[in-house]
C-alpha cells in the first residue's frame, strides 16, 4: 500500500483511531470534575490502575474540595503514599483546593487559562479535566502521547507543551481529547517504549518509524499488517 502524505495521512490515521479505540477515554475512575482533578495529579509517574485503588477511600475521607483544604498534611500523604512522590502529590493536592476555594468558590475552573494557576496543575493536568469533565477539547500530551507523536512524524520535540503545540497544527479542534485518548491507549498496547509492535500495528504503513528502526538495526522494515487484521493486544467486538 503506498504511503499516504500530509492531510491525508492524518485522516487515515484517525479513522482507523476510530475503528480501534472508539470509546477511549480516561481511565481514572471519578464522579466528578474535582475528583478528577485530584485522580490526575496522583497520575503522575503512576498507573492508572494504582490511582483506581487509591482514591475510592480518599473521596469518602475528603469529599470536596474544602475537605482537601482542611486535611492534615501527614494523614494526607499516607493515603497516597503508593502513588509515589507523595508528599509534592499531598501539598498540591491540598494547596490546589485551598486554590478552588479562595478563588473559584471550591468548583473546578473550566478554563485551562485558570486551571493551571493551580499549584499541581499544568496544560496536561488541564486538558485531562477539560476533556473529561466539561467537553472542552485539549490535548493532553503523557509519556505515550509524546512518544508516538515522534513516532509517527507529527512532532520533532521532547518537550510537551511544544509537542502539544504541534498537535494542534495537525489535528482537528474537535478530536484533540479524543485523539489524546487514543494515542494513550495504543502506546499502551501495541507502541510501547521498549517494544512496540510494529509488524501488528494498523497503522504502521502511515508511520516512519519502523523504517527508521530498522535502518538503525541494519534489518527490513517489518511488513504492514493487513488491513482489516486486529492490532495485537486488541479484541473484535461481537456483532
Known amino acids: 500500500m503506498a504511503k499516504a502524505t500530509g492531510s491525508r495521512r492524518i485522516e487515515q490515521m484517525l479513522l482507523r483511531l476510530d475503528e480501534r479505540y472508539p470509546e477511549a477515554a480516561t481511565a481514572l475512575t471519578h464522579e466528578d470534575p474535582l ?4 485522580a490526575t495529579i496522583l497520575s503522575a509517574q503512576c498507573t492508572d490502575d494504582r490511582v483506581n485503588r487509591v482514591t475510592p477511600p480518599l473521596f469518602r475521607k475528603y469529599p470536596d474540595a474544602r475537605a482537601f483544604a482542611r486535611a492534615d498534611i501527614r494523614e494526607l500523604e499516607e493515603m497516597v503514599r503508593s502513588t509515589g512522590f507523595f508528599r509534592n502529590k499531598a501539598r498540591n493536592i ?33 486538558n485531562v ?3 473529561n469533565s466539561f467537553g472542552i477539547p485539549g490535548i493532553t500530551v503523557d509519556t505515550h502521547v509524546g512518544r508516538l507523536s515522534r513516532r509517527l512524524g507529527l512532532s520533532r520535540h521532547e518537550d510537551p507543551v511544544k509537542v502539544e503545540f504541534d498537535l ?3 489535528i482537528p479542534e474537535s478530536r484533540w481529547s479524543t485523539f489524546s485518548m487514543q494515542l494513550i491507549w ?13 509488524g501488528d500495528c494498523f497503522l504502521s504503513d502511515l508511520c516512519p518509524y519502523p523504517a527508521r528502526a530498522s535502518r538503525k ?20 467486538r461481537a456483532g
Open 186 to 198: 495504543h502506546g499502551r498496547r501495541v507502541c510501547s517504549s521498549r517494544r512496540p509492535l510494529c
Open 35 to 38: 475528583q478528577l482533578l485530584v
Open 94 to 126: 491540598r494547596e490546589c483546593c485551598r486554590g478552588l476555594l479562595e478563588r473559584f468558590g471550591g468548583e473546578v475552573p473550566s478554563k485551562l487559562e485558570d486551571l493551571v494557576t493551580l499549584p499541581g496543575v499544568g496544560r496536561k493536568t488541564a
Open 168 to 170: 494542534m497544527k495537525v
Open 129 to 131: 479535566v477539560l476533556g
Open 217 to 236: 538495526k541494519g534489518r527490513p522494515a517489518p511488513r504492514p499488517r493487513k488491513s482489516g487484521a486486529p492490532a495485537a493486544g486488541t479484541r473484535r
